[in-house]
């Protein structure tokens, strides 16, 4: 791993812990999904939309929340909830190859930019010094969001919604 000194102060704010009996506990994230696609100045329902995959974009928050929730936090569950589809519930398990990448990239920006009180160039990571290890994070990241378990799938039915405001699209 990195020397803590050699990195900014971290934190992460997961939506919950769970702890368990044998005193390992998992972070708790909630996502809510719009089901609505643009077609020219107005929304719309996609009635076909479907949950496809935990999306890559969540795993660097999954693993910094599981980073910064200690050694005893073995995985994250991410509930993924749709206005109109139900829900999806997923497991993803602690990487330490993935935080070890995701904290070398941090290492970088931060000397090379931070400490510089530099403006860092778009795409910074894109840059020859650190493109293919980037493109390398980048696919790590995707087989880290393929490897998530699906642990439930929760109809729309089953949803429990305010009996105030159930109709929500008139």
């Known amino acids: ?6 990195l900014p102060l ?17 972070v708790l994230e ?8 643009q077609s020219s100045s107005r929304l719309s ?9 935990l999306g890559s ?28 589809s139900g829900a999806i519930v997923y497991r993803v398990e602690r990487d330490n190859t993935y935080i070890t990448m995701m904290l070398e ?13 530099k403006v860092p160039p778009p795409n910074f990571f894109m840059t020859e010094l650190h493109k293919e290890k980037y493109k390398q994070f980048l696919q790590y990241t995707k087989k880290v969001s393929e ?9 729309q039915r089953d949803i429990q919604r305010s009996s105030l405001n159930t109709n929500f699209f008139c």
């Open 45 to 53: 329902i996609n009635k076909a939309f479907q949950f496809k995959g």
């Open 57 to 84: 974009w969540f795993i660097p928050q999954l693993q910094l929340e599981i980073l910064c929730s200690g050694k005893s936090c073995t995985s994250a569950i991410l509930l993924q909830l749709s206005a109109m």
């Open 105 to 117: 990239f941090l290492h970088d920006f931060y000397i090379e930019y931070v400490l510089q009180d």
């Open 30 to 37: 909630v996502k809510n999904s719009a089901p609505f696609i």
């Open 147 to 155: 490897s998530a378990k699906v642990i439930a799938i929760i109809p």
């Open 1 to 6: 791993m990195i020397d803590n000194n050699q």
């Open 10 to 26: 971290l934190g992460a704010s997961p939506d919950g812990l769970i702890h368990f009996d044998d005193g390992h506990c998992e």
